[in-house]
């Protein structure tokens, strides 16, 4: 599947033979619109047959006029005028007759292929697979007019087809390639060398197929695909009002006119072949068509007459697509089986399954939910169903429409290989039930009972007759043999008279299981043609689309658990879209709640409930993402989170959120608020760094004596962000760094020392030499220290260097004065420096931490290694609350060219190999390395809460560009 644009179709029309199909079909219809497969401004119209058998060519005209009718209508028109094609791109699509291994019909059966590119998570069915290639290869650079094409095949182009449409005028059929074998029961068209089409030959003898064989060896199919210039549509409106081929349309219906049978290929496009002659197109039988001498004999010549006086001399022309492939849905179970297992790459689409090692390569499973010991062999399909296991399905078999409370009975059914086994969602009067089907993979559905090669079950019907007691006559009436086929034969139980449904117990009976033949008398039964009529095609989509978001919610679960980086962005679009934002709000909820040994969990979990909100709020609406998050309401949820209680945290911003659904700004605000408990959980999680934290103790150093730290800059070389949590614990990081002088000095640096009076007095100074700001901040009691959290509030960093170096305590009860003095012997003076520009990206802020605590280890009697001051520089910007990753303290603390390491778990740890680089790579190095200031600054905090796993690269000047040559520090 592609992601260009659709192409811009003016109405797209849907027809379908039943009419309880209609609310089904064009809520599927408009679904593909807001999942961008449609273009949004197309009209879309889902247009039943007005009459049963009324052929692809009525159809045609009875679409084209309700596609009309609407276009005049939003024109103001008060009748039907041609006038609205002028402009028009019209796509009508055929539905065609009931699919037997899919009861929404050919157009809906989904195919194990994935839309990785679109931004909602959606089924990929033949219906999407054809409007992909028709609005992106085939019909691109076309004018006006009207499409018409079935979908019950797939075509495959591999590249964009080049159509010229200069000069064109008449009809164009697309054709590809085709065997002379497959062909035979297909339609072929002989065409001529100016690539007129001069026959069309359908179901011919071979002899006939050959005649249109082409210098490639191959003949040109009936694809599909017909384009109908502007004139010749309205030439075809026209005929809406022209009996008896009004009898085709709604309007001729309800003007009591009679139902007429019409051929898109056989009436409508033969009249314009070259080689036709009136008398031979007006009175020839042809297979396929209404019978010019049955009972509608009259009436199908007056109609054929019609369409030579309206069509003839309008030009046939045909476009060969020869590279592209056409592979029609046929009724052969072990065809449609085989089809499903080449398709696409991957056994599962869109599923669940607990144990992916049970399901086969080469198998298939669709849509379903496979819960314990279902094993799927090779070759087989699983499609629409929720099983749990035991259960095997063996090579061959197609499982479909079972759910979970079928899993019982199946497990106790004696299945083989090539079985296939149905569920049909069905309605009797007022009565919906399910009903069963079963049937052999290689059955012919269409062969008559008395053919030597016709199956039941992959056995011969003689078989089938002796191995249970049933009799030829109580499956076919008193029909004659001739009408005997599979698809009429009434042999599936679907409800006794005294005891309601039949369930599966029905059709086991029929593979040797368990029942009798007593019961299967008794019960009202139905064969597969009646029940796919009585199919109720609204329930069955809805039965799909509940499968569909269930896996997906299980899906969302294995990703946050797993830790896995699948994304699941279009999965909630897909749920807010069909309204299931509620369940899977609640999943989320349950898994937030649950992840207390995993806080990185939680966050994430958080972060999807953001994604949720902001997605009901709707694309551009309710203002920006990213703004602040301390709104009083939400403060005891936030309270509970930072204590450490996640279930009744998670559950008071439950409580909350449902007090900010309302309007699309709320659920932006709410968003935010997610964002930021997403936040306070990522800050505990990276919290558990403090694990690799092991100091030790030393002699204390004497009162007033400094102990001074100085450190180089650091350059990022690779792998930038990714050090960054959530990244860092959820797919670990990997980064390479190199540690700088800057001018030739290590710009970075800290001296602490202690002082007699119980106070500490921080002085940070930042900048260059001759620009620098220096700042004093004196702290005599606890609650100077409380804003230690606020990144721009006054000595912030110190403070927070302070309180996670346990140089004070903010919850002892005693005061500061008394734990200095207690502890120390006296206060602490701490004085910092940074000769780099504020927020240049060197890693200033971390490296300064770093060599600030590494001054309080000193100055206190503590003794430490490089790495417990990395992770503790982690430790203290969380409660910094700037958030960051470590690649900067490694950088600034450890000097040379190093790498760095974090595995993807939690608790964060992060291992550091030096790197000896040879002498004369290291001189080339520090030659050619030249470090400009652009005069940008930023926060890290603010780019954690824009940018995750984004490397920045920083463009532009502020003024006159400060230049500084650099010195790698070894």
């Excluded at 047959?49 to 276009?71: F, M």
């Excluded at 002088?741 to 100074?765: C, E, F, M, N, Y």
């Excluded at 912030?796 to 012997?825: H, I």
């Amino acid at each position: 599947m592609t992601s260009r644009e659709p192409f811009n179709w003016t109405v797209v029309v849907l027809t379908c033979q039943h009419r309880d199909s209609v609310y089904a079909f064009q809520r599927e219809l408009e679904m593909r619109q807001q999942r961008g497969v449609l273009p949004p401004g197309a009209l879309l119209l889902t247009v039943p047959d007005p009459q049963g058998r009324i052929g692809s060519g009525g159809a045609t005209l009875n679409a084209l006029l309700v596609a009309a009718e609407h276009l005049s209508a939003r024109a103001g028109y008060t009748v039907v005028t041609a006038d609205v094609l002028d402009d028009a791109h019209i796509l009508i699509l055929h539905t065609g007759r009931d699919f037997p291994w899919d009861g929404c019909n050919r157009a809906f059966c989904w195919m194990p292929t994935k839309t990785t590119e679109q931004c909602i998570e959606g089924p990929v069915c033949c219906l999407d697979m054809l409007l992909d290639c028709l609005s992106t290869k085939v019909c691109i650079g076309s004018p006006p007019g009207v499409w018409v094409c079935s979908t019950d095949m797939i075509l495959s182009l591999p590249s964009t087809q080049k159509i010229s449409w200069e000069g064109f005028s008449g009809v164009r059929v697309l054709s590809l390639p085709g065997d002379v074998c497959f062909a035979a029961n297909h339609g072929v068209y002989v065409t001529d060398a100016a690539g007129g089409v001069r026959d069309i030959i359908y179901r011919g003898s071979e002899k006939k197929i050959r005649s249109a064989t082409l210098p490639d060896g191959k003949v040109p199919l009936v694809s599909g695909p017909v384009f109908f210039s502007r004139s010749v549509s309205e030439k075809l409106l026209q005929t809406h009002v022209t009996p008896p081929l009004d009898g085709c349309t709604y309007l001729g219906m309800d003007s009591g006119a009679p139902p007429l049978q019409i051929s898109l290929f056989l009436d409508i496009l033969l009249c314009l072949c070259s080689e036709s002659t009136e008398t031979e197109f007006v009175n020839a039988e042809r297979p396929g068509c209404s019978s010019p001498l049955g009972p509608q004999g009259a009436a199908v010549k007056s109609a054929r007459s019609v369409l030579w006086r309206t069509l003839k001399g309008v030009p046939l022309s045909l476009v060969y697509l020869q590279d592209g492939q056409y592979d029609y849905l046929t009724t052969s179970g072990r065809e449609h089986v085989v089809r499903l297992t080449q398709a696409g790459a991957e056994r599962e689409t869109l599923s669940h399954i607990q144990d992916l090692q049970s399901v086969s390569e080469g198998s298939r499973v669709i849509n379903s939910v496979l819960e314990g010991d279902v094993r799927v062999a090779a070759g087989a399909v699983v499609q629409h169903c929720h099983l749990q296991g035991p259960i095997q399905v063996h090579s061959g078999c197609l499982l479909s429409g079972l759910d979970l409370a079928s899993s019982a009975y199946v497990q106790r059914m004696p299945l083989t290989s090539n079985i296939i086994l149905q569920g049909h969602r069905v309605q009797l009067g007022e009565l919906k039930i399910t009903a069963f089907t079963v049937f052999g993979a290689c059955d012919n559905l269409e062969a008559r009972s008395d053919d030597p090669a016709s199956t039941f079950l992959n056995q011969t019907w003689s078989q089938f007759y002796n191995c249970t007691g049933i009799q030829p006559e109580e499956v076919w009436g008193t029909e004659s043999r001739a009408c005997r086929s599979l698809l009429d034969a009434r042999l599936f139980p679907v409800f006794m008279p005294n005891g309601g449904p039949v369930g599966l117990e029905g059709v086991s009976f029929l593979l040797g299981g368990s029942g009798s033949v007593e019961s299967w008398r008794a019960a009202w039964r139905l064969s597969l043609s009646e029940v796919l009529s009585l199919t109720d095609q609204q329930g069955e989509l809805q039965w799909r689309e509940k499968l569909f978001f269930s896996a997906g919610r299980r899906r969302a679960v294995d990703t946050l658990k797993g830790h896995t980086d699948h994304n699941l962005l279009p999965s909630i679009r897909a749920a807010v879209l069909e309204g299931q934002q509620g369940e899977l709000l609640q999943t989320l909820d349950s898994v937030a709640s649950g992840s207390s040994s995993d806080l990185g969990i939680a966050a994430r979990s958080l972060a999807c409930i953001a994604d949720v909100l902001g997605c009901l709020a709707g694309e551009g609406q309710g203002g920006l993402r990213s703004g602040p998050a301390a709104n009083p309401s939400w403060a005891s949820a936030f309270r509970l989170l930072e204590q450490g209680k996640l279930a009744d945290g998670v559950q008071e911003l439950a409580n909350q959120r449902v007090l900010w659904l309302n309007r699309p700004d709320l659920l932006v605000r709410a968003a935010r608020h997610y964002e930021g408990a997403g936040q306070i959980l990522l800050r505990k999680a990276v919290m558990s760094a403090h694990d690799f934290v092991f100091i030790g103790q030393s002699e204390m150093p004497s009162m007033g004596e400094w102990q001074e730290v100085e450190c180089p800059a650091r350059l990022d070389l690779s792998g930038g962000w990714s050090d960054t949590p959530p990244i860092a614990f959820e797919l670990g990081g990997v980064v390479v760094n190199v540690a700088v002088k800057v001018d030739g000095k290590r710009p970075i640096g800290a001296r602490v020392r202690r002082i007699p009076k119980p106070h500490l007095v921080l002085v940070s100074t930042s900048g260059p030499p001759d620009c620098s700001v220096t700042t004093e901040t004196v702290c005599e009691v606890l609650a100077d220290l409380k804003d230690h959290c606020q990144p721009h509030a006054p000595g912030a960093l110190l403070k927070a260097v302070c309180v996670c170096s346990d140089v004070v305590c903010l919850s002892s009860p005693l005061s500061l004065e008394q734990q200095l003095m207690q502890r120390w012997g006296g206060g602490l003076e701490l004085h910092s420096w940074s000769l780099l520009p504020h927020g240049s990206g060197l890693g200033t802020s971390s490296i300064l931490a770093g060599a600030v605590l590494a001054g309080v280890y000193r100055c206190t009697g503590r003794s430490y290694d490089t790495s417990s001051l990395i992770h503790a520089v982690l430790h203290q910007e969380q409660i910094l609350t700037t958030g960051g990753g470590w690649q900067d303290q490694v950088g600034g603390l450890v000097g040379g060219v190093k790498v760095a390491r974090s595995r993807a778990t939690l608790p964060l740890r992060v291992d550091v190999e030096q790197l000896c680089l040879p002498q004369d790579f290291r001189s080339a190095l520090q030659e050619r390395l030249l470090l400009i200031y652009t005069g940008k600054t930023r926060l890290a905090r603010n780019l954690l809460q824009v940018c995750i796993l984004m490397t920045w690269y920083e463009t532009g000047t502020v003024g006159y560009p400060r230049l500084c040559r650099t010195q790698s520090s070894w």
